[in-house]
């Protein structure tokens, strides 16, 4: 199994500029989420969503979008790029329910810098 | 306040050290509780699940305290490669089954 996978690893984009983070996992798990993290700040939620069809968003979803078409995969938008939303930005899966959440299987990061 | 806080450090220590970090919540209702290892430049890896009764898994040794609201986790006889940020986890189980993390202590284990 390869995991939960990223791309691309790094990224730098111009203010104002979009673009899509892959992410995809091959575990069969119901449960991804998008976190960025940031220096001091810990891990932050971006956008979660516990099965295909099915997304919400986390602590900072401001500037970002996701949808969940297949069980595998869950890219993260961003829609017009700002200075603010540099930052390594890690995905995860996970099982869902029963407390299984807590284990979650982190992918590789995206470094990304907004100019 | 914080969720979750942790002490940032760096501990550092000598390879034979124990050392302990703490981290407290302020979620009273939290159910689930983690210790994760992030290494530098690489992604967060589940470290140990943290039990009522407490749990050991080799060297490490984690405990909960649920009236203080406070997490620590013991590392015995200190690696070099144990070197990394220690990152602490909280699941509050509502309904969104989001993780909170804590922002790390960072560990340096020297020779």
């Known amino acids: 199994n390869a995991g939960v996978t990223q791309t691309p690893k790094f990224q730098v984009l111009k203010t104002g500029q979009s673009m899509t983070l892959q992410c995809a996992q091959d575990?069969?798990?119901?449960?991804m989420s998008w976190y960025r993290q940031d220096p001091g700040m810990g891990l932050r939620l971006i956008h979660y969503s516990v099965g295909a069809g099915i997304t919400d968003q986390g602590e900072v979803p401001n500037g970002y979008n996701v949808s969940r078409s297949t069980t595998e995969d869950f890219p993260l938008r961003l829609l017009s790029a700002a200075p603010s939303q540099t930052s390594v930005y890690f995905c995860?899966?996970?099982?869902?329910?029963?407390?299984?959440?807590?284990?979650?299987?982190f992918g590789p990061g995206t470094r990304l810098t907004v100019l | 306040r914080k969720e979750v806080e942790q002490d940032p450090g760096p501990f550092n220590v000598p390879e034979g050290a124990t050392v302990a970090f703490n981290c407290t919540y302020s979620?009273?209702?939290?159910?689930?509780f983690f210790w994760y290892r992030q290494d530098c430049r690489k992604e967060p890896k589940l470290l140990m699940s943290?039990?009522?009764s407490g749990n050991e898994d080799g060297r490490f040794t984690a405990q909960l305290n649920r009236a203080s609201q406070y997490i620590s986790l013991l590392i015995r006889d200190s690696k070099l490669s144990d070197s990394a940020t220690y990152l602490c986890v909280v699941n509050p189980r509502d309904s969104s089954y989001k993780l909170i993390f804590g922002s790390g202590t960072r560990l340096l284990v020297r020779p």
């Open positions: 575990m069969n798990h119901e449960y």
């Open positions: 995860a899966s996970s099982y869902y329910g029963s407390g299984g959440e807590g284990e979650q299987f």
């Open positions: 943290v039990y009522s």
């Open positions: 979620n009273s209702a939290s159910q689930s």
